[in-house]
DNA sequence: AGCATATGCTACGCTTTATGTAGCACGTCA
DNA sequence: TGACGTGCTACATAAAGCGTAGCATATGCT
């Protein structure tokens, strides 16, 4: 499969408009994952494997050369995110607070967030 | 499949740990788009689909029963966001700024941004 | 009533994507 | 030499996604 750019077609959507090949890119198994797991250092191939939980090698390298493609990872001496990448990172660091409030919402829900019946 | 909740293995991660599951939920296919397209009004089922470039109707009720069963989208009058699912899109809204960036990158490359060769 | 149109949604057959296991070629260090 | 670790690929199987068609209901019009 082809990896996404701005300024071309991708999946979903013909315009290319930057947002959607970022979109097409990031809806991929395992894209955001990876960036989250390099999120404070740089790992090995191996390494970066298995705390995706041994995604297959087929799927790890294929997102790599994905990301690796779209400036977002370089390897040099393991894999770790660019300078792009890092900023990229930012907008996904925030989600953890989410998750974790979606958790405690989930262990007493109707408080507050819901939306009024 | 089933819908990721924190609390619960999911896809890639036993944990339960509440970030994998929501990195498992957006990082399937259409997942971020639905959001993205519902950034700033309710829309219809087929209206959505259209602004989705005509998504299958399988896919986009599919996600839309999982992201409804997350808490981020509600369903009345129309596929809305929710208290939470604006809370997500704020940490969504930012990547359309970094994708602008990333097509400037690409149209003038090697400027500050990338690794030095 | 009769008809057109719009809605949300499902069935089903086919293609694309992901998975899992095995293993190769290379490098390092004993 | 041989035991290890590295990045990476092949290939068969399973899962996810896609496209088209169409149903049941609701609303509005004449």
Redesign the interface.
């Known amino acids: 499969m082809t990896t996404p750019?701005?300024?071309h077609p991708v999946?979903?959507?013909?315009t290319g408009?930057?947002?959607m090949?970022?979109?097409d890119l990031?809806?991929?198994?395992?894209?955001?994952?990876v960036i989250?797991e390099l999120r404070d250092e740089a790992l090995t191939f191996r390494a970066l494997r298995s705390r995706?939980?041994d995604?297959s090698p087929t799927m790890l390298n294929r997102r790599l050369a994905e990301l690796r493609d779209?400036?977002i990872v370089?390897a040099?001496g393991g894999y770790a995110l660019?300078?792009?990448g890092l900023?990229?990172l930012?907008?996904?660091l925030?989600?953890?607070r989410?998750?974790?409030?979606?958790?405690a919402?989930?262990d007493r829900p109707a408080a507050g967030?819901?939306?009024a019946p």
């Open positions: 750019k701005p300024g999946r979903g959507s013909t408009r930057p947002i090949a970022l979109l990031l809806g991929r198994r395992w894209t955001l994952r989250w995706c939980d995604v779209a400036g370089a040099e660019t300078g792009p900023e990229l930012q907008a996904i925030p989600l953890q989410w998750a974790d409030d979606w958790a919402r989930r967030s819901g939306r």
